[in-house]
């Protein structure tokens, strides 16, 4: 044990660089390219502000997410609680002090970039609860002690992303906290019983709605009812897709973006305007990119020996698919719109940001994967 502690804890930089998971670089390179193409297709073909700023941001933070791969792992579990407790005091200076910008106070302007603390808050929960639950025994995770305090930990940002209001991030930062305390082996029971109060107490939540969530829902059962306002982006992204065929229009030939028909098409409906000009086979393509990333993710979880690594890699990676999944059913009318941007490829700088930071923290458990933490 000692050894290959020690020998983690020497590693020459060439045999760093020789740990890195190529197939998972190659997969964020490919996303970041159709980001790019992406981008540059819903700037009309060209390079503009969006396309531009884009291509700076992926850049710049693919470099750091190199830079930050060479931190232990070790590192990041000493700052678990700490990571979670500065993004909270983020958020709580957004929701006094942020900017506002259609109805929402959620970003704080750092000069360089307008940054939304709540998505920040999607890594930092999973940290968080990495790291409780690293040392906790199996057979302690389920007392009511235990169980308490990750809750307590959880509703505190959701208030706050809710408070902002910001419904659709409070539900993955939820959703990315609640995946963690499964995998940690809290008993099915607990999930049942908080299902069925969710059920229960949803006309109350329902009533404590802004209007325009209110309505969003209902559109989402019913576009048609308002196909001009809150079903406007339901309907025309269906078109959209659908449109687009089993081979797409092609490159920079989508209509509903190109007649401006399609509004939001650089961020959370970015998806839509990709399936208009590459179809259902390019779609496949790109489903199939972000399941090689997500496997190679479990995979460098599954390789490491501690238990915090494990954790981290295996929520992480369900987080990554929940976005994706809650991103594509929403521009496809399958959920309501929540404000969910696609990984890599939506514009966001915070985003973008939130989901490197995460990115180098599993590259950093398969750099550091023989190194156990006490």
Not at 177 to 191: A, H, P, R, T
Request: one cysteine or more; a positive charge; proline letters at 3%.
């Amino acid at each position: 044990m000692f050894q290959q502690s020690s020998y983690t804890d020497h590693l020459t930089f060439f045999q760093k660089i020789r740990s890195f998971d190529i197939i998972l670089i190659l997969s964020i390179l490919a996303l970041g390219f159709i980001g790019v193409i992406s981008m540059y297709s819903s700037d009309g073909g060209e390079f503009s502000y969006h396309t531009t700023s884009h291509i700076i941001r992926f850049g710049v933070f693919f470099v750091l997410m190199l830079f930050l791969s060479f931190v232990r792992i070790k590192f990041w579990y000493s700052i678990g609680y700490f990571f979670y407790f500065i993004v909270v005091l983020l958020l709580i200076y957004a929701s006094f002090y942020g900017i506002t910008a259609s109805g929402s106070q959620r970003w704080i302007n750092l000069y360089l970039i307008n940054l939304q603390p709540s998505e920040l808050m999607k890594i930092s929960i999973i940290v968080c609860f990495a790291k409780y639950y690293h040392r906790m025994q199996i057979s302690n995770v389920n007392r009511f002690r235990n169980l308490v305090s990750p809750v307590i930990l959880l509703v505190i940002p959701v208030i706050l992303v809710i408070s902002q209001p910001d419904l659709g991030t409070s539900i993955l930062i939820a959703l990315s906290g609640v995946v963690v305390i499964w995998l940690s082996g809290v008993n099915i029971k607990y999930f049942i019983y908080s299902g069925l109060v969710l059920i229960i107490s949803a006309p109350f939540v329902i009533s404590f709605l802004k209007p325009y969530q209110k309505l969003r829902i209902l559109s989402f059962f019913d576009p048609e009812r308002d196909p001009l306002g809150a079903g406007y982006q339901i309907i025309q992204s269906k078109i959209a897709v659908g449109s687009g065929g089993l081979s797409g229009k092609g490159f920079l030939k989508g209509t509903q973006s190109y007649l401006e028909f399609l509004p939001e098409k650089h961020t959370d409906f970015i998806f839509t305007l990709f399936s208009e000009e590459f179809g259902f086979l390019g779609s496949i393509g790109l489903l199939l990119i972000y399941s090689i990333m997500i496997y190679r993710i479990i995979s460098i979880g599954s390789l490491a020996r501690s238990f915090f690594a494990k954790l981290y890699c295996y929520g992480f990676a369900s987080a990554i698919f929940i976005y994706i999944v809650v991103n594509m059913s929403m521009v496809l009318g399958l959920l309501p719109i929540v404000g969910s941007p696609l990984p890599i490829i939506s514009y966001g700088g915070s985003s973008m940001l939130a989901t490197m930071t995460g990115l180098s923290i599993v590259m950093s458990a398969k750099i550091y994967h023989r190194q156990l933490i006490s």
